[in-house]
Nanobody, 115 residues
Framework: QVQLVESGGGLVQPGGSLRLSCAAS????????MGWYRQAPGKQRESVAR???????NYADFVKGRFAISRDNAKNTVYLQMNSLKPEDTAVYYC?????????WGQGTQVTVSS
């Protein structure tokens, strides 16, 4: 397993930006997929963005063109750049590391989009 620590959440106005970081306790170079998920109150956790070991990315339709996921293998960190934020983006955002024998989650970071 790997420990994941998210940071960068907070309160932002609609239309604003935030960058979330997910720091891993060990190398993420070989992890098959790193991803960001979110869970709003009363809703199920949903996938937001994923990036595989080859750098290929996949986004949920509701964030395409606004969010960007990236990974820095040298820093063992995955990022989620969030632009043009909307009130409906309000949720706890979780980082996930997925590989054979590993399915690890961070503790989450709160993102609140409100005026």
């Amino acid at each position: 397993q790997v420990q994941l620590v998210e940071s960068g959440g907070g309160l932002v106005q609609p239309g604003g930006s935030l960058r979330l970081s997910c720091a891993a306790s060990r190398s993420i170079f070989s992890f098959n997929v790193m991803g960001w998920y979110r869970q709003a109150p009363g809703k199920q956790r949903e996938s937001v963005a994923r990036i595989n070991s080859g750098g290929n990315t996949n986004y949920a339709d509701f964030v395409k063109g606004r969010f960007a996921i990236s990974r820095d293998n040298a820093k063992n960190t995955v990022y989620l750049q969030m632009n043009s934020l909307k009130p409906e983006d309000t949720a706890v955002y979780y980082c996930n590391a997925l590989d054979i024998g590993t399915n690890s989650w961070g503790q989450g970071t709160q993102v609140t989009v409100s005026s």
